[in-house]
């Protein structure tokens, strides 16, 4: 199995997605939004806990790239651009 790719069901789709390119996850609700670097977006029928296990089990080794900030957001690190500890306040770029 190829770990560079995740593949998520949507409501109708099967969503093929380079880890590479995925900035962050959203939770909304039931679902979880994927927020791609090339300004690509999809959606999951997961919630966000669900999605951080499917990263865990999918992805193993790889899936420490990815932490979980708050009970609305799993970032990847990679795109980590400033942290700012007063304000509480963190921004990721591409």
Not at 65 to 77: D, M, S, V
């Amino acid at each position: 199995m190829n770990t560079n790719y995740l593949f998520f069901n949507s409501r109708d789709e099967l969503l093929r997605i380079d880890i590479a390119k995925i900035v962050y996850f959203e939770a909304d609700g039931n679902y979880t939004n994927i927020i791609l670097s090339n300004k690509l977006r999809g959606i999951v029928c997961l919630n966000l806990t669900q999605t951080e296990k499917a990263l865990a089990e999918r992805l193993k080794e790889k899936s420490r790239c990815f932490a979980r900030i708050g009970k609305r957001y799993i970032i990847n690190l990679n795109y980590i651009y400033q942290i700012n500890v007063i304000k509480q306040r963190l921004v990721l770029s591409d």
